[in-house]
């Protein structure tokens, strides 16, 4: 991609913004392939409620791992854990793919 820096690892850390088409222009796209159109297959993003029963994990607690998150677990500003979770790092950039432990889904 164009916008990437330069020392950008397209293999093994997300893409988290674009400059270029919009997701739901890229879903479309996707499914008119022929390809895909033969396959039936049809690309969407997920509702705001099926991402959150993916995040979750189907738990019941606020995060898949429990109701404390910590930056050890996930990729946030860790000097502001959410609950009573430990205070951890702060990356301030996306994490590698695999850092962090999956939840029950995966």
Do not use: H
């Amino acid at each position: 991609m164009k916008d990437a820096p330069a020392d950008f690892d397209f293999g093994r850390l997300p893409w988290i913004t674009s400059r270029g088409m919009p997701p739901s222009s890229f879903c479309r796209r996707l499914s008119d392939l022929p390809a895909e159109k033969k396959a039936g297959r049809v690309y969407r993003l997920p509702t705001e409620a099926e991402w959150e029963y993916a995040c979750r994990a189907g738990t019941t607690t606020v995060f898949s791992v429990g109701n404390t998150l910590s930056s050890t677990q996930a990729n946030f500003n860790g000097t502001i854990p959410f609950g009573t979770a430990a205070k951890g790092p702060f990356l301030n950039r996306t994490a590698t793919v695999g850092s962090y432990k999956p939840n029950a889904f995966a």
